[in-house]
């Protein structure tokens, strides 16, 4: 996870400029979801995940809205930090995870285990989110 960590800002510069050269941040995305859907099949093909597949129709729908999600965070993480910085945008979008991550925890929701909101968390949820003002006013 800490290297899935590491490459989101990658990702997010990487996707920033080639929107920037190419001059337009949707069709970076379009462009980065053709690259990561041929990894993803070249993936699922190596490992013998293709016939789970079939099953993937009988799904309740909601389960497919993380790819709306997904589509959501590439446009605009690539269209907000060529604008705002990157270290500003992956700030804000860290403090977002930490904040709807514990929202999740405390009510279990989604299907997650159940982990309060304790006063360490709390103050933690708020040092992140001092962290956010004091790089935005830096």
């Known amino acids: 996870m800490l290297a899935a ?6 990702l997010a510069a990487l996707n920033a400029q080639l929107g920037g050269r190419i001059g337009s941040p949707a069709a970076a995305a379009v462009i ?4 990561a859907f041929a990894g993803a099949v070249l993936t699922m093909l190596a490992t013998g995940g293709g016939g789970a597949l079939a099953s993937a129709p009988g799904q309740p729908p ?3 809205l993380a790819g709306l999600l997904v589509a ?14 990157l270290g500003n945008a992956i700030t804000c979008v860290l403090l977002g995870q930490l904040i709807s991550a514990a929202i999740i925890d ?4 989604l299907g ?25 006013r830096g």
């Open 112 to 136: 997650a285990m159940m982990r309060q909101i304790t006063p360490m968390r709390g103050l933690g949820l708020g040092l992140m989110a001092l962290g956010v003002f004091f790089t935005q």
């Open 5 to 10: 960590g590491i490459g989101i800002p990658v």
């Open 72 to 85: 959501f965070y590439v446009l605009s993480i690539t269209w907000v930090a060529p604008r705002f910085g």
């Open 106 to 109: 405390q009510f279990g929701l």
């Open 32 to 35: 980065l979801f053709a690259v």
């Open 62 to 64: 909601k389960l497919f």
